[in-house]
Every structure is written in structure tokens, then in C-alpha cells.
T-cell receptor, first 115, second 115 residues
Framework: QKEVEQNSGPLSVPEGAIASLNCTYS??????FFWYRQYSGKSPELIMF????GDKEDGRFTAQLNKASQYVSLLIRDSQPSDSATYLC???????????????FGKGTHLIIQP | EPEVTQTPSHQVTQMGQEVILRCVPI?????FYWYRQILGQKVEFLVS????????KSEIFDDQFSVERPDGSNFTLKIRSTKLEDSAMYFC?????????????FGPGTRLTVL
């Protein structure tokens, strides 16, 4: 059973600060990792994906992957009130055999940016 | 920017009735997915579809569910005999490549309410 775990929050961060969101996964052979943002009542919107150990930066966002620890994180720099949303961690597992691979999602972390 | 579209945005049905949820994936995408999200819970993978057949399905996707690509643009999810517990947001997604990590773009969702 593949599991993706996230702290549900809420995580409250002052505007302009760095927000740090964490995720762990159970399937050691997982290959690909995604962060989605979901506003209330809306669909998931992709922020970033990461495949390799280390950091990947895109604008104000940095994804970090540590496969040995089975840990993925997302840092949001210069947090804005518009960043307030639920952040979903999603994983493609080790038994993906080509073709269309379903994502396994965590429950998400509710982030609140305080003006 | 191309996007996934879904209709209807909200569907209300009586228990035991059949419903069909419709999706138009991004036009050059080859892989199609359905996910559901029960209120307050995580996004769950249902099924993926490629080359006119199911590629992967989850335990949720039982005999009550079916998918079809009836023409070159639409992708549908049918629930044959709805149950109260089928009430959820249903998201369609599509991607250009299936192997490994590729971006799955989500549609806005259909909220299904079973009475």
C-alpha cells in the first residue's frame, strides 16, 4: 500500500517569510514527485515536479528531494497572501510499468499567509 | 493556454441512477485519468486510459465504473448505479507522456451529489 504523508496544518506564516512544507512517502522505489496547489473548491494545479535527489528551483519555489530518507519538501520564499491554499504532495510509485501512471496524493497541508 | 474541460460542473442524481461525467482532454495529449476527492479527503486515483484501453485502475474502480473515449475529443466516466458514497468531486486529467514523471493537467472538476 503506497502512502504519502503530510502534516495537515494549518501552517501559518507571515507575509514575506519562507513557508516550508514537508512530505514523506512509503514506497522506497518511487520515481517522481510532484507538488500541487489546491484552492478551496478548485482542482489541483501543478507547481513543480522533481525526479532527482537535491534541490530544484523555479521562481519563488524550491523543491527538495531526499530519496534515502523518503522525504520531499517545498519551500516558498517571499510568501504572499495569494499563496494561501492547500499544498498537495503526489508521487508516482515504483510499480509504474509504462503507460499512464496514477498519482498517489497526500492529504495536503493547509497554508495560511498572514498579511 | 490549452486546458482540460469538464461538464457538467455540478451533477445531482438519485441513488441507483446512472451518471456520465464528461471531459475534453488537452488536444495533443495521449494519456487520460480520472480522480475523485470526497469532501475533506485526499485526491484518489481511479483509472488511467491510453490507446483506447484502461492502463491502470485502483481498487475504487469497481464494476460500477467504466470509461470510454467515444470520439476523438471526449473522455467519459460512467457510474452505472450511483451510491451515496459516490458523492465527491471528480477530476479528469491528461498528460502528453505516460512513462515516469510527466505533468498531469487537471480539469476544473464535476461535483457529483447523490441523494
Amino acid at each position: 500500500q503506497k502512502e504519502v504523508e503530510q502534516n495537515s496544518g494549518p501552517l501559518s506564516v507571515p507575509e514575506g517569510a519562507i513557508a516550508s512544507l514537508n512530505c514523506t512517502y512509503s514506497d522506497r522505489g518511487s520515481q517522481s514527485f510532484f507538488w500541487y496547489r489546491q484552492y478551496s473548491g478548485k482542482s489541483p494545479e501543478l507547481i513543480m515536479f522533481i525526479y532527482s535527489n537535491g534541490d530544484k528551483e523555479d521562481g519563488r519555489f524550491t523543491a527538495q528531494l531526499n530519496k534515502a530518507s523518503q522525504y520531499v519538501s517545498l519551500l516558498i520564499r517571499d510568501s504572499q497572501p495569494s499563496d494561501s491554499a492547500t499544498y498537495l504532495c503526489a508521487v508516482i510509485g515504483s510499480n509504474s510499468g509504462g503507460g499512464a501512471d496514477g498519482l498517489t496524493f497526500g492529504k495536503g497541508t493547509h497554508l495560511i499567509i498572514q498579511p | 493556454e490549452p486546458e482540460v474541460t469538464q461538464t457538467p460542473s455540478h451533477q445531482v442524481t438519485q441513488m441507483g441512477q446512472e451518471v456520465i461525467l464528461r471531459c475534453v482532454p488537452i488536444s495533443n495529449h495521449l494519456y487520460f485519468y480520472w480522480y475523485r476527492q470526497i469532501l475533506g479527503q485526499k485526491v484518489e486515483f481511479l483509472v488511467s486510459f491510453y490507446n483506447n484501453e484502461i492502463s491502470e485502475k485502483s481498487e475504487i474502480f469497481d464494476d460500477q465504473f467504466s470509461v470510454e473515449r467515444p470520439d476523438g475529443s471526449n473522455f467519459t466516466l460512467k457510474i452505472r448505479s450511483t451510491k451515496l458514497e459516490d458523492s465527491a468531486m471528480y477530476f479528469c486529467a491528461s498528460s502528453a507522456m505516460g512513462q515516469g514523471a510527466d505533468t498531469q493537467y487537471f480539469g476544473p472538476g464535476t461535483r457529483l451529489t447523490v441523494l
